[in-house]
């Protein structure tokens, strides 16, 4: 099986994990970076206030939001971008969560999806005094990035996968989880089922 995935990375407009204001994806084959798209997204009603201290962190403000399309109406384009890859995100327990969190805010089903966390696979590869995104990154190679623009950030997250396959040679990212070793996770309807 070749190294294939899509690197996602989310940022929200408060703590609710149903705020996604922007999301970044980037599809990788076979460890190459083929394809990339990241647009903002209109949190839903409830989730939609956005707290000083994310609007610090990424920048994103209310305002470049109101003409955006919604968690549900863009959904479709998110799921067609990823296909039947799994998911790598950094720290994507966060991410995942606000997939699950949107999607239950919007009333969609959460499709079923398997992901790898690259801060965990981070952590079992380099020997570093932070695994920060920022710092695991310039670690693998990629460098001199916009953190917190969510595009940026899911490249950084597809270096690092990609880098760590290198070094384990791991040619999947079944096989990457295996050699490093961290577990692979599971969204959706499978994962409730389990």
Known sequence: MPLDFTAIDFETANSSSASACSVGLVKVRDGRVVDTASWLIKPPPGHDVFLEWNIRIHGIHARDVTD????????????????DDAFVAHNAGFDMGVIRGA???????????????????ARKTYSLDSYRLPVAAMAAGFEGFHHHE???????CAAIVVHAAGRHGARSLEELAAKVPVRMGRIGEVAAAA
């Open 103 to 121: 999607c239950a805010a919007t009333g969609i089903r959460c499709p079923g999806y398997d992901y790898l966390c690259s801060l965990q696979v």
């Open 68 to 83: 955006a399309r919604g968690w549900a109406e863009q959904f479709a384009d998110l799921i067609g971008f990823a296909g």
């Open 150 to 156: 969510a595009l940026a950030d899911a490249e950084a």
